[in-house]
């Protein structure tokens, strides 16, 4: 398949979602660049993402999000996967609803902690009680990530590529952001 990205895909929704691997597949795909605003905020601070969080704390971290992010849809069109909380400031919706096409990668509850529960490297699940805490974000940003421009599913058992094959699928709804050429 020949396609051009007229805006970038902005991968959005919880951790564990799979957007930095979809992501990758995605861009691959469509040979298109990959983006990945948290290894950019990581490359920035010469920090890694929870190093950041400990010393400067989340508000601080946010705001570097959000610079790191207008200044990578400016670049070329490509795939661009966020944080789990980037969709959540209004200020990061709105550019990215400007300037690129938001994609919630849509997972549920169990799959994502199937999948976050033996990592340490989620600054938000440091805590005593880090399923109560994934359930309590999950329950606030659900609501959020459904304003996204397009819905992807994810379900267990479901390959990266299969995903990636789905997003493109979802994109291909919207000529005004992937042009497929015959």
């Known amino acids: 398949m020949q396609a051009r990205l007229k805006k970038t895909v902005v991968l959005v929704g919880m951790m564990g979602a799979g957007k930095t691997a979809v992501g990758k597949a995605v861009a ?14 990581e490359k920035a601070a010469n920090m890694t993402i929870p190093e950041i969080f400990e010393r400067d704390g989340e508000p601080f971290f946010r705001i570097k ?14 795939v661009l996967s966020t944080g789990g909380g980037a969709y959540m400031a209004a200020e990061n919706r709105e550019i990215i609803s400007k300037e690129g096409v938001a994609v919630w990668l849509n997972a549920d509850l169990d799959l994502l902690w199937h999948r976050v529960r033996h990592k340490d490297t989620r600054p938000l699940l440091r805590v005593p009680d880090p399923l109560g805490a994934l359930t309590r974000l999950y329950n606030e940003r659900v609501p959020i990530y459904a304003k996204a421009d397009l819905s992807v599913v994810s379900e267990p058992g479901l390959s990266i590529d299969e995903m990636a094959k789905r997003v493109i699928e979802a994109l ?8 497929v050429q015959a």
Do not use: N, Y
Request: proline share 6%; charged share 40%.
């Open 28 to 41: 691959g795909m469509l040979h298109a660049p990959f983006l990945d605003s948290d290894a950019e905020i």
């Open 65 to 78: 999000e959000r610079q790191i992010i207008s200044r990578l849809l400016e670049r070329e069109k490509g």
């Open 172 to 179: 291909k709804t919207r000529p005004d952001v992937l042009e």
